[in-house]
């Protein structure tokens, strides 16, 4: 059976390719890593970066964390267990350029004592969404496809069934829209007869490698195409969409919060720059109505 030093260590792995690949697709811009403990237990590796030649800020974060669960966290889960363990890679791009997306991707892995069991309470989570501050519905046809390949080499079921939770799960409820253009999101995914832990893990790790090589074609795809400055508010006011999303009701801040984990890591998610207009009303007919119209949940990519 896999073991949760393994997860880690390999967990470990997929952020360094992911760091590098990056550093090469920006041409630019290093990471700057920063090692940290966590108090009561377990610490990580943050790496950011910024002021790229088209990645104005960006983390890669590995943390592998354990120690007591907050009062708080144990009443959402429904456990008395005191004591977890959890390690992920999470990852958030923030591009300078109103043509090239915002992308989101998180793998993780959380254990927990079962007082009933010999074996632990274990899960995984994960997944990864766009958030393109103009949707072009090619980019989004191939975004989707990808995701579907990954999830189709292990399960015929997951596509639609975490493409479904994504659309609900990055939904803005007092905008009544959704973050971007979804993709796939899971969380508490467990051993059934019909899937094994170690296709579970798999499974991970194909989703967390598939990252840049989507991220990289959909970068280059847009990089290069010229803007204005009235695009380049557009994009401002589009990231304060995603950072209402991340402060309100994404669970990995609540939970990073909650169990006391570093604060700069965890809001590394947000952007460096973004605007709140007042009621603004995009022109009728204009290609940021049109971005509007397409973030809805339910639209079928492939």
Known sequence: MITREQIAEDYK??????????????????????????????????????????????????SAVHGQLPAAVKKAFGTDSDDFFATGVSIVMHPNHPMVPIIHMNIRYFEMPDANAAEPIRWFG????????????????????????VCDRFDGSFYPRFKTWADDYFFIKHREETRGIGGIFYDRLKATEDLSWDTIFEFSKALGRTFLPTYSELVNRNRSKSFTEQEQQWQYLRRSRY????????????????????????????PPTAKWLYNFQPEAGSREEQTLNLLKKGIDWV
């Open 126 to 149: 994960g997944g990864i969404d766009l958030t393109p501050h103009y949707v072009f519905e090619e980019d989004a046809r191939f975004f989707h496809n990808n995701l579907k390949s």
């Open 13 to 62: 792995t997929i952020q360094d390719e992911i760091c590098a690949g990056l550093e090469a697709l920006d041409g630019s811009a290093k990471f700057e890593e920063e090692l940290w403990e966590r108090d009561g237990g377990g610490g990580g590796r943050t790496r950011v970066l910024q002021n790229g030649n088209v990645l104005e800020k960006g983390g890669v974060n590995f």
């Open 243 to 270: 950072a209402e999303f991340n402060l309100v009701y994404d669970a990995g801040t609540k939970f990073g919060l909650e169990t006391n984990g570093r604060i700069e890591s965890i809001l590394m998610s947000l």
